[in-house]
């Protein structure tokens, strides 16, 4: 089968080509394209314009439309996939999208001409799981701020939350959003001991040995909200899920993280909340307007921890995403195995 695959500044051809050869029992011809500008800065943006369902709107690669007319398979991270470019493709079978969201494909035009959508939600799920432990220690224990001070020539020893600096062991963690990153933020905690309560919109508990699930309480979101010492944020929606509702229902103590989508969460109200030290502290990855504004309230607050949209953004997150859809597809293909995330139905 033919395959054109369209690489990014993240999820590099060369990174595609890599496991494109090690499937050539799959994948007889291969045409490698390039989709926008080596400026990952600029590229975090058109991801913005992506989650926006703006795909129409972005510039496809010179040649993507002649290329893919006699194509089986097209793999993408970014680049969009058309409802005029699915036109083009009459013998196009297969959509590989190296990324959780498939808001860059038009699924009901793919689903309509019969082509199955896989994707990976898994591909960044370790990177951002390691992150957000990473996140929960820079706030809790003031790493970051004792870094910055040490490097102002200052020894400091009052913090925000100096007199309550408590250890992660025994705390109970509230995970929002039982996905990939969610059971994993979940394993990843079992050596700390950490009580767990998880709030799903479809919560289901996975055959997963690693999780000692006699920690593990799926719960009602008001109760992790109320019950929690630190929040972790892991849905995927496009509204608000945390406002200032419960963030008034948080423990005095309480810390916040997210690492998942801006626009579940009314900043304005996290802004009030830290800055009237309502709750312990917040640590914030993702922002409405990428880089973060130099006027945000944000930046006036010394008892949150910012990054910059950093969690996912691994090379292994990237490299091993081609080859993991790969692999699924040549088991679908030999062996009729259910792909572990197909997204579609084709013709339904």
């Not at 020894?155 to 408590?166: A, D």
């Amino acid at each position: 089968m033919k395959c054109v695959a369209v690489g990014d500044v993240f999820i590099t051809p060369e990174m595609m080509k890599t496991a494109i050869d090690r499937h050539s029992d799959i994948v007889t011809e291969t045409e490698y394209l390039y989709f926008g500008g080596d400026d990952r800065m600029a590229m975090r943006d058109t991801v913005k314009r992506i989650e926006h369902y703006e795909r129409e709107e972005l510039e496809l690669p010179a040649g993507l439309e002649d290329a893919i007319r006699d194509a089986e398979i097209v793999m993408v991270h970014l680049c969009p996939v058309t409802k005029s470019l699915l036109a083009c493709a009459p013998k196009l079978k297969y959509i590989l999208c190296n990324r959780g969201g498939v808001e860059n494909v038009d699924v009901d035009e793919a689903s309509r001409r019969g082509i199955m959508l896989l994707h990976n939600p898994a591909h960044n799920s370790n990177a951002v799981a390691e992150f957000v432990i990473g996140l929960m220690f820079a706030e809790m224990r003031n790493i970051v701020r004792a870094n910055d001070a040490v490097r102002q020539g200052r020894w400091r020893e009052n913090f925000p939350n100096s007199g309550r600096i408590i250890e992660l062991k025994d705390l109970t963690v509230g995970i929002i959003g039982f996905g990939n990153v969610g059971e994993l933020v979940c394993e990843k905690l079992r050596g700390f001991g950490c009580r767990i309560l998880v709030y799903d919109v479809n919560p289901v508990r996975r055959e997963n040995p690693r999780i000692d699930w006699s920690r593990v309480s799926f719960v009602e979101i008001d109760r992790l909200i109320r019950e929690s010492d630190v929040i972790t944020l892991h849905a995927r929606a496009d509204r608000p899920i945390v406002g200032a509702r419960e963030f008034a229902m948080m423990k005095k103590s309480a810390y916040f993280i997210n690492t998942s989508r801006s626009c579940m969460v009314d900043y304005g109200a996290l802004a009030e909340v830290l800055k009237e030290k309502k709750i312990g502290g917040a640590a914030i990855d993702v922002f409405d307007v990428e880089p973060l504004v130099r006027s945000h309230p944000f930046l006036t607050l010394d008892n949150i921890t910012l990054t910059n949209h950093r969690a996912g953004d691994t090379l292994n997150s990237y490299s091993d995403s081609p080859g993991a859809m790969l692999r699924d597809l040549a088991a679908f293909l030999k062996e009729r195995k259910t792909p572990r995330f197909w997204y579609n139905r084709p013709g339904k």
